[in-house]
Structures are given as C-alpha cells and as structure tokens.
C-alpha cells in the first residue's frame, strides 16, 4: 500500500512538472513570435534607405532625428524635412512619388514604429548623445543599411553591459523610473 501511494505522488509530480514545462514552453514561443523580428513587420508605408540617405548622400542622423540631442526621443523626420529636398529633385522613383502624394494630400505618413521600450524604463537620446555616444554605438551602420533597421537589442543585459563598459550608473533608478 505504502508503494502505491508513493507510486502515484511520482507519478503526481511528473505530471505537474510536465505540464508546467509544456505551458512554460508554449508561452514562450507566444510571446517569443509575437515580439520577434519578422521582414513583413517591418515595412514601411513609404520604402526608406538609410544607405542612399545616410551612407551616399552623407546626410547626418541629426537633420532627420532633430529631437534627440534634446529629448527622450530621436523623433520621426517631418513630412517638412523629407520635402525640403524631394520637392526639388527631378529624379522620381515610386517612393519619390508616394512621399509627394502624401505631401499633396497633407496627410501624415503612418510610419511603422520599430522601438519601444516598456513603460516603467526611462531612457533619453539626450544624456547618451551628450556622454559621448554616437548613432551608430547602439543603431549600428546604418548608413549601409537599405532598410530601416530595428537597433540592438534593448534587453536589459544589453544595457548594463554597455554602462559597465563605459563605467556609467548601473543604479536601478537610472534607468527605471
């Protein structure tokens, strides 16, 4: 009687901890599908090359992100921004053409927001650009980029092993709010 009981609290246990393994396992791949990177969640309404722009026509970050010497956020360029010079150039390719329909039709561009950081962590293009950082340290070349790249990684583990690299605060109030 006694094996029995001990039998079944075996077997109990295996069940439990089979279960637990397999609910772990398909919240994981939920959440792990739905947050990774994929080509098609990546396209932009309008297409954009960081290579032509940054990279050939050596345009620096700062004209088109002008808030992040300033604020939290490098911003998105200005439909003014992007006109000032595509108003002027003869040369039309498709995305010319697009980028000028919506000018014409004073519509905002529903650019696809590629960052985001949780709410409860405080980050500022400022104080990064301001210790000595550049673009490229974090977004990588993305003057050689086609594409608008998502950055690095900005998992926590990133972070602080970039701030120990650089001997920057890794108190939690620094970047937790």
Same mark, same amino acid.
């Given at each position: ?60 970050c700062l004209y ?54 949780p709410d409860h ?10 210790s000595g950082l ?24 990133? !972070?602080?092993? !970039? ?15």
């Amino acid at each position: 009687m006694a094996w029995l009981r001990f039998h079944t609290a075996r077997v109990r246990a295996v069940l439990v901890l089979s279960l637990t393994g397999l609910v772990a396992i398909g919240i994981g791949t939920l959440y792990s599908s739905g947050s990774s990177d994929s080509s098609s969640q990546d396209l932009q309404p309008v297409p954009f090359s960081h290579a032509r722009h940054a990279g050939e026509l050596k345009i620096d970050c700062l004209y088109c992100h002008r808030y992040a010497e300033q604020s939290r956020v490098a911003g998105i360029p200005s439909m003014h921004a992007c006109i000032t010079c595509h108003q002027s150039i003869e040369r039309r390719n498709r995305s010319t053409d697009q980028l000028l329909t919506y000018w014409r039709e004073q519509q905002p561009i529903p650019w696809i927001r590629l960052q985001r950081l949780p709410d409860h962590v405080y980050f500022t293009h400022e104080r990064h650009l301001k210790s000595g950082l550049q673009c490229a340290d974090c977004h990588g070349r993305v003057d050689t980029m086609r594409g608008t790249p998502r950055a690095a990684s900005y998992e926590m583990g990133w !972070c602080l092993t !970039c701030h120990q690299q650089r001997k920057a605060s890794q108190d939690c109030w620094t970047c937790h709010k």
